[in-house]
Structure formats: C-alpha cells, structure tokens
C-alpha cells in the first residue's frame, strides 16, 4: 500500500517539486519548441522521477500508474476521436464534404463568417455531442477547405474550442464534477452558466482577429457580436432554467441561425473571400463521376437538395443517436454495457488514510466513442461506402495521427502518475493556503487539471474534491469554487499537448506543436486572467449576487 504524502516538509517546496513535470512540458513546448511526442515524453520520464525519488512511490505501482493512465486514454480520446475522424474522412472519400463547404460557402462567401459558423457554432455542436478532440480536428480541416492556411486553421479551431467545454459531451464535465464533490449537479451547471457565458461572447471577436487581422473586428463585429451574444444567452438560459447537458447542442444551433439571419440583411465590408470553387473535371467525365462532381461542382452549377441534405446527414445522425442514448430506458440499459475491475498492483491511500480508486471502468455500450463508432457505420451505408473501403478509410485515419498517438498515450500517462503519486494534490494544497485569494487562483487549478489531462473532465475529476475542501475551510460557496474549476479548465484545453497534436495532425503539421502552442497561449492566460477576475467578485459583495444559493 502507497500512502501519499508530501515530499518535503515545506508545502511550499513541495509544490514547486510537484510543478516540475508540468513545468518541463509547457517549457519544451513554448520555448524550446520541442516536438509533441517528445516534450509529452520528457514530462513523462520528469513525472516518474519525481514519483520514484521525491514521493518514494514504489517502482512497480508508479509504472502501473503510467500504464493506467495510458488505457484510460484509448478509452477517453483515441477512440472517440478516430471515429469521429472517421465519419468525416468518409465524406471526404465520397465527395460530400465538398458539398458541405460549399453549403458553409452559401450562408456567406466572406470566410470570417465561415470561421464563426464552423469553429465557433458547428465546433460547439460537436464539442456538446463527442468532444474528445473531434471538434478541433474536423473543424481545422473544414478551414483549410475555406481557405485558411493549416496552423492557422488549427488556431482557429484550438481557440473557438473553448467555448463550449465546460458542458460539452452532455454535459460530462459538471456531472463528474457533481459526482466527486457531492454537489448537486444542476447547481455547478446554473453556476458555470455564470461563468462560462461571459467569455463566449468574446470569443466569436478573437476568432475574426485571428482570421483576418485587427481590421476585420471592427468590419465583421456584428456577425461577432450576434454570435456571441446568442451562444452566451442561450448557455446562460438553459443551463440556469433547463437541462446544463443540453447547453452547448442548442447554444451551437442558435448561434449559427442567429449568423445565418443576420447575413441575409447585413454583409460585412472588406470581405475576405473563401476560394471558388474547383472547376469541372474536362471532357464530361464528370456526369459519369458522382464522386468527381460533388468534389468539382455539378457544370449547371449548385448541388442537388440531395447531395446537400446527405452531406449534413452524418452530423445529423450523431446528434439523434447521442440525444436517443439520453433518454432514460435507452440510457440506462447502455449502462449495462459497462466493464470494469481493479487495476492490478495498483494499492494507494491518500494522506488521510482513504483509498484512492484504482478501477478501470470502460463503458463501452455508451461510451461517446462507441456512439461514434455507430454513427459511422450507419454513415457508410448512407453514403454507399463498400465495407472493405469504409475499413481501409478506418485505416488511413488511424495512420493520419501517427505520433499524436504517442503523445496522447504520453499525456495521460503523465496525469495518472502525478495523480496517484500525490503531486497534484501537492499542487492544491499549496494554492488552497492563499486564504481569501484562492478564489482568484480557484480558475488557475482548473486550467492546471486541463493543462496536465487534457480534458474538462479529467480536471474535475482530480481537482474538484480541493475545491470542495478548500471552500470549507475558508466559509466560502464550494458552488462557486466548483464551477470555477471547470471554467478555468476550459481555457487550458487549447495549449493542452493532446490538443494540440491533434490539430497538428488534422492539418497535416505534426511537429508543429510548439509553433502552434505560442501562438494560442496568449489567448488562453488573457482569459484565464478575465475568468479569475470574474470569480474573485463573485466571492466578494460585489458579483455576490451571481452565486447559486449565495
């Protein structure tokens, strides 16, 4: 039995031990401009070592831990996001993802436009049903289809993902968050609904910079604003008066109706046009081509009602299978599908003595993957995609992440040993020593969890029980911390290494990841500083009033 415990008997040099895995991974990254795999790698071999030496952690059970966590990511990202890369990659293969550009090209030509409707509305749709990656992926692509250069794309896509996390993969994130703390989850999500939305609005305005330069907020603020505002209320509505699970489908639908209508009365000045479409194949090939010509364009130009409704039809199939899997005898006959069993050699308490859980737990009937997985089958047979070649696409999407995949593998391994060793509780402890402050820093122990696991979830999973205890012992709303907690993560997820090679490898730039964390980790310390400004008046007179139960 491991018993965690404090390295040093300075909490405060204990935590800076504890920060060094981290620390090596967000240097190699942004200043060393380390390749993914291999700044992912050295935080790993950092991770180990200080788990070994530092924590005295045996070797077997710190290994173990490594390899716990390297399963839980096949699980938690790699199978959801092959299959979510698989669906499009299939419509790729037949032509319909052309069709749906060029239906993206329709709603307005002016690619600043497109780059709210895809990243910033459709990315939130796929955020709220999959996440994992998949909106950052298939997003990036959808951009470079636009027009946009492959990093920026990425950027693009990496920035306008943070705007729906704290509720995506229905609302996943606040009903793990309610499971560790104890807290009713409704609460956590009408507070994150306090929280969360007032970053959306600006995110809409930074994508348009980002696009086009600073000329283009003040040419295309409108589409912005309209964007914005209509996201953010629609989190605020539903998260505070309906179901927070379904905040981000219906935030992402109001939002691009919302663009939608206002295009159709306003144009935005100075229009950076997507390109034109490719022209058709020569020598009439075309009319004996279907695939050809839904990639090049019907010659009487326009696609058929058809082509169109069957390029969006993928999409719509994830959404009615991830909504149908909501309902409560459907759902809870999925959970049957569920297997799990103590990790072996894997024995650890925490300080108090309390067991830490060692199970891997795999939901494999509803698991978002395994909903994924589904949808793509039923989305070869729309599109007529022979078994054999569905299988080959399944392969080459595999093969398009290469490295990625070790990276990832890497991430979460990392994770799991700075978990089960201690460093992270060392972590919050440390930051829950600042008294009244913590409530600025609260936002800043969410984004660490992001930062180090990738996912909203995962952050809440290891830190949310430290909010709790630190709210506590201050007399202050564990409310507010919580929610804090999967609000700030949100902000980590676009410099997250996993992210980040999974945008690389969605455009076609592995090795790119330390080009592209510089360019995102501005963005995501500006609004984490915003969000901890925002929680510190919450827990003052000042923004009081907004707390749930306050």
């Not at 190699?28 to 952690?57: E, S, T």
């Not at 058929?304 to 005898?329: E, H, K, N, W």
């Amino acid at each position: 039995m491991y018993t965690q415990n404090l390295p040093l008997d300075s909490v405060g040099w204990s935590a800076l031990v504890a920060a060094v895995p981290l620390i090596t991974v967000l240097v190699l990254l942004g200043v060393f401009r380390w390749k993914a795999q291999w700044a992912g790698l050295a935080a790993l071999v950092v991770a180990l070592a200080v788990a070994l030496f530092a924590y005295g952690m045996p070797v077997g059970q710190t290994f173990n831990a490594a390899g716990f966590g390297a399963a839980n990511s096949v699980i938690a990202v790699l199978w959801i996001t092959f299959n979510a890369i698989w669906i499009y990659n299939l419509t790729v293969d037949t032509g319909h993802f052309a069709v749906l550009r060029r239906a993206f090209t329709a709603i307005s030509d002016d690619r600043r436009i497109q780059a709210i409707v895809i990243a910033f509305s459709f990315g939130a749709l796929m955020e709220a049903l999959a996440g994992g990656g998949s909106p950052i992926a298939i997003c990036a692509v959808m951009l470079i289809a636009a027009g946009f250069a492959p990093l920026k794309a990425a950027t693009i896509a990496l920035l306008a993902n943070t705007a729906p996390v704290a509720f995506g993969g229905m609302g996943n994130p606040v009903t793990i968050l309610g499971s560790v703390t104890g807290l009713n989850p409704d609460d956590l999500g009408a507070m994150a609904g306090r929280q969360a939305p007032l970053l959306a609005v600006l995110v809409p305005f930074l994508l348009v910079g980002i696009a086009d330069g600073p000329r283009a907020i003040k040419q295309v603020w409108p589409a912005a604003l309209t964007a914005g505002v209509a996201f953010a209320g629609t989190q605020f509505v539903l998260a505070n008066f309906w179901d927070y699970k379904l905040c981000d489908i219906f935030a992402a639908l109001v939002s691009a109706g919302a663009v939608v209508a206002l295009n159709r009365v306003w144009q935005p000045s100075g229009a950076e046009r997507a390109p034109g479409t490719p022209p058709v194949i020569a020598g009439g090939s075309v009319d004996h081509d279907p695939v050809a010509e839904r990639r090049a364009g019907r010659p009487e130009g326009g696609d058929s009602r058809a082509d169109i409704f069957t390029s969006f039809a993928p999409y719509l199939i994830v959404v009615v299978l991830f909504s149908l899997a909501q309902i409560g005898p459907i759902k809870a006959w999925l959970a049957h599908g569920t297997s799990q069993f103590g990790w072996p050699g894997l024995h650890i308490q925490d300080s108090a003595g309390h067991p830490v859980s060692t199970v891997f737990s795999v939901a494999w009937a509803s698991t978002p993957g395994t909903l994924l997985f589904l949808s793509g089958i039923l989305t070869a047979v729309l599109l007529r995609v022979r078994p054999a070649k569905a299988i080959r696409v399944y392969g080459a999407t595999i093969r398009q992440f290469g490295w990625a995949i070790f990276t990832i593998l890497c991430v979460f391994a990392l994770s799991y040993v700075m978990n089960f060793s201690g460093q992270i509780t060392t972590l919050g402890v440390w930051l829950a020593q600042t008294g009244a402050f913590f409530a600025f820093l609260s936002p800043l122990v969410g984004w660490f969890g992001v930062a180090v696991t990738g996912t909203d979830a995962g952050s809440n999973a290891l830190f949310g029980g430290l909010q709790l205890t630190a709210a506590h012992q201050l007399g202050a709303s564990p409310v507010l911390f919580g929610a804090a907690n999967t609000s700030g993560g949100v902000l980590a997820k676009m410099i997250s290494p996993q992210n980040l090679a999974i945008g690389t490898a969605a455009v076609g730039a592995v090795g790119a990841e330390g080009t592209l964390f510089r360019k995102v980790f501005g963005w995501s310390m500006a609004m984490l500083l915003l969000l901890c400004v925002i929680v510190y008046l919450q827990s003052t007179a000042v923004l009081g009033w907004m707390v749930v139960g306050g």
